[in-house]
């Protein structure tokens, strides 16, 4: 692929308080994650009756453009019909390839666990919470809580990791 950085790894953890959209099931939804950056859509397991999936999957983006949002769509999984939308959130991944820069100077001077940047919660993301990016075995990591837009409730909790491949263009 011409002009690959390299790969973003998004591990989709969980959804929590996600939105009813079963018409089947009047209490629940079945929902999965659609994650699209570009031109690349991935998509998570759907879970079947919940409102609080642990999808627990890995989905992995060629990021070619480091100003490209990712977007991720939740959707409730219905066999007879067209899915129902359950929200979506967008998050930009600059501050954190801003951070990756860096990592070369990092290794060996840091202990597991050291905050590298925080990154609070406004009306230009969909961070829930503060979110860090973290020095952890030898890797920059970040976890964030997005909170779900166009819609009454949810949100889905993610965890990227930075994967380098030689040969390419990298940060």
Request: with cysteine; glycine share 6%.
């Amino acid at each position: 692929m011409e002009n690959l950085l390299g790969l973003l790894r998004i591990h989709v953890k969980r959804g929590v308080n996600l939105a009813i959209r079963d018409r089947a099931d009047i209490s629940s939804s079945d929902p999965y994650v659609v994650v699209h950056s570009g031109k690349q859509k991935l998509k998570t397991r759907v879970v079947k009756h919940s409102l609080n999936p642990d999808w627990n999957d890995h989905l992995t983006l060629s990021v070619t453009d480091p100003n490209l949002p990712v977007k991720l769509t939740v959707y409730d999984y219905d066999l007879l019909s067209a899915d129902d939308k359950m929200g979506e959130a967008e998050f930009n991944i600059a501050a954190y390839l801003e951070a990756i820069k860096f990592r070369y100077a990092l290794e060996g001077g840091l202990p597991d666990g050291t905050i590298i940047m925080k990154i609070q919660p406004s009306r230009q993301n969909c961070l829930s919470e503060e979110s860090h990016i973290v020095w952890n075995q030898g890797k920059l990591v970040q976890n964030m809580f997005l909170r779900l837009q166009h819609v009454e409730c949810g949100e889905v909790e993610i965890h990227l990791e930075w994967i380098d491949i030689p040969g390419s263009r990298g940060i």
